[in-house]
């Protein structure tokens, strides 16, 4: 079974003859100086390539821009570039690329032939309703925008919308995404940021416009939040996404929970990757933790998140080896 076909068919609750092997987060900096030191060879930087060295499934993620290159960049991380609808409007030109700015279209079209003979699963990444409003006004300043400016926020959302289904639009024409994410990183370890009522009002309404058109194309819609996103769940679910990662243990997540209670959603993650350097025995266990949910369907195992800097090479190939055992053993015991 090739490694899209494997995909596909498991993301639809189908029979696979194994799970798919993948790391859908690629490595902090850090880990990878690390290895470089350890073996990894100098000479492998793309992603892609360092997934091929470890004998991982393909996969290959676009992110798809909301900026020209001229827009400003923040003063600071977590900082932003504009306070008011005035701001806004003036930036406004340097904002939502046409398609041929925003996508490489030639790497885009080598992965359409990869894809096409099964070799290569593809997925692209938008910001999302939370996430980019956020980086535009800067962490804090967004908080006060769901009170003081609502009128900034709803254009920013819908002018969003609008962008992305333009760009769905010129990638489809080359290559149809397998899947998707939006970046919504608006949970940590104590729940949402926001209240249900907000998401309501200032996310919902953009969520219902674009995830029709995701759909009609046969890509799944998954939702990216770090930190503890069960209360969100069905929020999300309201609107039509389909699926949730990466499903951080340290914030709670619980992959056999989510599985029983939503049993036809679609979720990647959940291996606690603070276990990876802690030796055979707790990486065993980790996956034991996960293997009711992998019998189910529907769910690939993979990192919580990008493997730190505290995991060697070793560890991670020992990592690789346990987690290519399970993916086979959730089929075999399922059988």
Known sequence: MDARTRFQRLMRFESVDRLPVVEWATWWDLTLDRWRGEGLPADLTDQGDIRA?????????????????????????GQGVLSTMDDYEKLRDLLYPEPEEAIDFDMLSEWAKQQAAGNMIVWITFEGFFDYPRSQFGIEKHFYAFIEQP????????????????MLDALCDVCTPDFMTFAEDMSYNNGPMISRDLFDRFMAPYYRQVVPELRKRGIIPFIDSDGDIEQLIPWFLDVGIDGFLPLERQAGCD?????????????IGAFNKLVMHQGEGAMRAEFERLLPAMKEGGYIPSVDHQTPPAVSMADYRLYLE?????????VKEKD
């Open 322 to 330: 346990l987690l290519r055992e399970y993916c086979a053993k959730a």
């Open 53 to 77: 060295y470890f004998g991982l499934d393909p996969v290959r993620q676009m992110w798809v821009g909301t900026r020209k290159a001229s827009y400003p960049q923040p003063p600071a991380y």
């Open 255 to 267: 992959i056999v929970a989510y599985r029983e209670q939503y049993p036809q959603t679609r979720f």
């Open 151 to 166: 009128e900034t926020m709803a254009a920013m959302n819908a002018d969003l919308a609008e962008h992305m289904v333009s």
